[in-house]
Nanobody, 116 residues
Framework: VQLQASGGGLVQAGGSLRLSCAAS?????MGWFRQAPGKEREFVST????????SYADSVKGRFTISGDNALNTVNLQMNNLKPEDTAVYYC?????????????WGQGTEVTVSS
């Protein structure tokens, strides 16, 4: 499974961006992680297709919304009220099967820069 992410860019604090990611094959769950300069990669949000369960990091709850289309294997991340601390490279991830241990496919990353 290959993942292609898009939608990053430069935005002022308080602004919005929408990230999109398309998977080339079937997935059971997709999500977003991010890595800020000098920091480790961290969880942002995920969606599990069957039950439609979503989860968010506390730092983005109420500001970010994950959505997607199971049939098309696409996932989006609507990011509102962006803050400078949201600046990071955002990675799309996917879990190919329920037997996989976590997310086993990763996209190339798309950069998000939020200016103050």
């Amino acid at each position: 499974v290959q993942l292609q992410a898009s939608g990053g860019g430069l935005v002022q604090a308080g602004g919005s961006l929408r990230l999109s990611c398309a998977a080339s094959g079937r997935t059971v769950s997709m999500g977003w992680f991010r890595q800020a300069p000098g920091k480790e990669r961290e969880f942002v949000s995920t969606i599990m297709w069957g039950p439609g369960t979503t989860s968010y990091a506390d730092s983005v709850k109420g500001r970010f919304t994950i959505s997607g289309d199971n049939a098309l294997n696409t996932v989006n991340l609507q990011m509102n009220n962006l803050k400078p601390e949201d600046t990071a490279v955002y990675y799309c991830a996917a879990r190919g099967s329920f037997s996989a241990r976590g997310f086993d496919y990763w996209g190339q990353g798309t950069e998000v820069t939020v200016s103050s």
